[in-house]
């Protein structure tokens, strides 16, 4: 359906705003707002954002349980 399609980008375009906080690409480096996105993105179902998050969501002293719980989500 046309809403899951947004929904699809719009976790894509997260997780792309993640890898450029992640790496500084284009704006400040801040990791901690790139964790922010790839959670936001794994929640609806990103997977390439889980992986992220996974290994990231650590080095920031994130909760495993919200790493646990977005990486369940749907």
Do not use: C, W
């Not at 179902?45 to 889980?50: I, K």
Request: no cysteine.
């Amino acid at each position: 359906s046309a809403a899951s399609d947004v929904y699809k980008r719009q976790a894509q375009a997260q997780d792309a705003l993640g890898v450029m906080y992640a790496t500084g690409r284009g704006v400040a480096k801040n990791e901690a707002r790139a964790v922010q996105l790839y959670k936001a993105a794994a929640e609806q179902g990103d997977a390439q954002a889980r992986h992220k998050l996974v290994f990231l969501a650590p080095r920031e002293g994130v909760e495993p349980s919200a790493v646990t719980s977005a990486i369940r989500s749907p």
